[in-house]
């Protein structure tokens, strides 16, 4: 038995296939078109085309604002202030060794792959031109994005697990709430 290849294929029967396959269906001849506000004499006027709707607006997310000195005081109200604006199950802030410094909906192990995550960008990070403080993760069902400030102090993270990632938007709205957070801690 021989196995066939392309070169072994009947080239007028390969274009009689393709020619029935593409050929064009006959056309309906076009409508007339009538003038604007005018119909034709027993035709039912058309209803006007329903208008497109716009796009929802984004919504407008507030500034986080940090009115106490206390650290604990200031990650919790980075804490609530994410999940209160963001599209996330949980949230979550911890340190660049992945120690967990304020989280509420989230676990433990999400939260323990922040160490091992932000060492493994660092090499990342040596790419001139490749910004690697910001991304999402897929981790089983859920998507964990993450945004990263460096201080004196060393790295922070600020992280949410949801359905999907946050937008670039919201991922910069993070990243800004943080290093209000961060600074002067």
Request: net charge neutral; charged share 20%; glycine share 8%.
């Amino acid at each position: 038995m021989t196995v066939r290849s392309v070169s072994w294929t009947d080239a007028q029967r390969v274009s009689s296939l393709l020619a029935r396959v593409s050929a064009t269906p006959a056309r309906e001849p076009a409508a007339l078109v009538s003038a604007m506000g005018s119909t034709r004499a027993g035709a039912p006027a058309k209803a006007a085309p329903a208008p497109v709707k716009a796009a929802p607006k984004a919504k407008e997310v507030p500034r986080l604002v940090q009115t106490s000195d206390n650290p604990a005081d200031r990650l919790d109200a980075l804490v609530a202030w994410t999940l209160a604006h963001h599209a996330c199950a949980g949230a979550f802030v911890a340190d660049d060794n992945g120690l967990t410094l304020a989280a509420h909906g989230i676990s433990e192990a999400h939260v323990s792959l922040v160490g091992p995550l932000l060492s493994a960008l660092v090499g990342v990070r040596t790419v001139p031109g490749v910004d690697a403080t910001a991304g999402a993760l897929w981790l089983g069902a859920q998507m964990m994005s993450w945004v990263e400030t460096r201080t004196a102090r060393g790295g922070f993270c600020l992280g949410t697990v949801g359905d999907e990632a946050l937008s670039t938007r919201a991922l910069e709205q993070l990243k800004e709430a943080l290093e209000t957070t961060v600074r002067g801690l």
